[in-house]
């Protein structure tokens, strides 16, 4: 069965202090892996798109990156804006357009 | 990336009665989809809004229980059928913008709460 699964579930940071967040899937063909952050009360926020292994894509502070098995979201010198849940999502090849969604990790930076 | 909007952001609702939502998207797209958002979980696919034709469901997911439609390139909305506390959640739109990219760009969402 077709799974994605995202750790830790929640994480809590200073700010300034660097981690990653690690989505590993298994799954049966990867299309891609997306990142998506979503903040309280909102819609998930398109972040990036993986699709080949050691593909890295950067934004800011953040950094994907994929392999065979898994994605990380490097998060560098993190402010309390980056406080929020981020999620992680694949699509299947011959899965049509679904995206599989992990169930998130929730982060805090705090000051 | 487009602006999706959805209306409206959030409804109380008794069982037995039915909610429509829509979705406008500020340009034309290629695909719509409606997930589903149930307390303290992810994403999970209803179905996908074909454009002049029945919408595609997921597996535990009937065209009774969550009608949709899609009239043109631009808007959809989805019906919450005869609801139970059970579908107190936050339903979502998104749409992929072009043929080419995969990623799915996401309206605000609608809290439903059924009391």
């Known amino acids: 069965e077709d799974q994605v699964t995202q750790s830790p579930e929640a994480l809590r940071l200073q700010e300034g202090e660097s981690s990653s967040l690690n989505c590993s899937y298994t799954?049966?063909?990867?299309?891609?892996l997306f990142w998506y952050r979503q903040d309280p009360g909102k819609g998930p926020e398109f972040l990036f798109t993986?699709?080949?292994a050691g593909e890295e894509k950067e934004k800011e502070r953040l950094k994907a990156t994929l392999t065979k098995k898994e994605s990380f979201l490097h998060i560098t010198a993190p402010k309390p804006e980056d406080s929020a849940t981020y999620l992680c999502?694949?699509?299947?090849?011959?899965?049509?357009?679904?995206?599989?969604f992990g169930t998130g990790t929730q982060l805090k930076v705090e000051l | 990336s487009a602006v999706i909007s959805q209306k409206p952001s959030r409804d109380i609702c008794q069982r037995g009665t039915s909610l429509t939502i829509q979705c406008q998207v500020d340009?034309?797209?290629?695909?719509m989809f409606w997930y589903r958002q149930q307390p303290g979980q992810s994403l999970t696919l209803i179905a996908t809004a074909n454009q002049g034709s029945e919408a595609t469901y997921e597996s535990g997911f009937v065209i009774d229980k969550f009608p949709i439609s899609r009239p043109n390139l631009t808007f959809s909305t989805l019906t919450v059928s005869n609801m139970s506390p059970e579908d107190s959640s936050i339903y979502l739109c998104?749409?992929?913008?072009?043929?080419?990219?995969?990623?799915?760009?996401f309206g605000p969402g609608t809290r439903l709460t059924v009391t």
């Open positions: 340009s034309q797209v290629t695909m």
């Open positions: 993986l699709y080949s």
């Open positions: 998104s749409a992929r913008l072009s043929p080419g990219g995969y990623e799915q760009y």
């Open positions: 999502a694949v699509q299947l090849t011959g899965g049509g357009n679904k995206l599989t």
């Open positions: 799954v049966s063909g990867l299309r891609g």
